[in-house]
């Protein structure tokens, strides 16, 4: 199946300072990403839909103002955590939809990225 | 919006039995309906998915299986095994087929497999 590559796959930042994760789609070009946060033993939920040369959709309690992203690039796709604090410690993961020769689309999770804010 | 329900939580079976996980979903639109199977600290991976034209779909030891009257779908793996053990997802979306996948997953469920 296609690639989605997520980097980094762990950061640790301290408190008050910005971190950004990258999102790409190595082998097909990807007008929509999303991203999720995934607290342990809980699901997955998103956060935002992320749209190739426009703005970026929230979902509702979703700061847009902390949460800053950027889909500069039908590849790329990045989530700038700004101002951390230590509940914004968890799991990030981003996922890029892939349409198919039958018209039909697809969705390819990244393998995410723990980041930890100390 | 769309609400996933998922059950059970856990799950734990003697290896060979089968498993059987249920979702039900609210917004009679959604028409895709994809499993997942997650293992701790990494993405989800895509098992088995199913779309709303169809009533049943298997791929060897996995099955899938929509009632859209009723609007649940469950998910079946027979003849289980320990590298089966991980946590499931369901999830469920709606629009037509040139339109963004926007998943609302389900609780998911921890399955494990005994030896």
């Known amino acids: 199946g296609a690639v989605v590559s997520q980097h980094p796959s762990r950061v640790i930042c301290k408190s008050g300072t910005s971190v950004k994760i990258e999102c790409r789609s190595l082998d097909f070009q990807a007008t929509t990403m999303f991203w999720y946060r995934q607290f342990p033993k809980q699901s997955l939920m998103l956060m935002a839909t992320s749209n190739e040369g426009s703005k970026a959709t929230y979902e509702q309690g979703v700061e847009k103002d902390k949460f800053l992203i950027n889909h500069a690039s039908l590849t790329l796709s990045t989530l700038t955590v700004t101002s951390a604090h230590p509940e914004d410690s968890s799991f990030y993961i981003c996922?890029?939809?892939?349409?198919?020769?039958?018209?039909?689309?697809?969705?390819?999770f990244g393998e995410g990225s723990w980041l930890t804010v100390v | 919006g769309e609400n996933v329900e998922q059950h059970p939580s856990t799950l734990s079976v003697q290896e060979g039995d089968s498993a059987v996980i249920k979702c039900t979903y609210s917004?009679?639109?959604?028409?895709?309906f994809p499993w997942y199977k997650q293992e701790l600290g990494k993405r989800p991976q895509l098992i088995i998915d199913i779309r709303s034209n169809v009533g049943e779909k298997k791929d060897q030891r996995i099955a899938v299986t929509l009632n859209k009257t009723a609007k649940h779908f469950s998910l079946h793996i027979t003849e289980t095994q320990p590298e089966d053990s991980a946590v499931y997802f369901c999830?469920?979306?709606?629009?037509?087929?040139?339109?963004?996948?926007?998943?609302?997953f389900g609780s998911g469920t921890q399955l494990t497999v005994l030896p």
């Open positions: 917004d009679s639109a959604s028409n895709y």
């Open positions: 996922s890029a939809r892939q349409k198919d020769r039958a018209g039909g689309n697809t969705i390819y």
């Open positions: 999830a469920a979306s709606k629009g037509s087929s040139g339109s963004a996948r926007q998943l609302t």
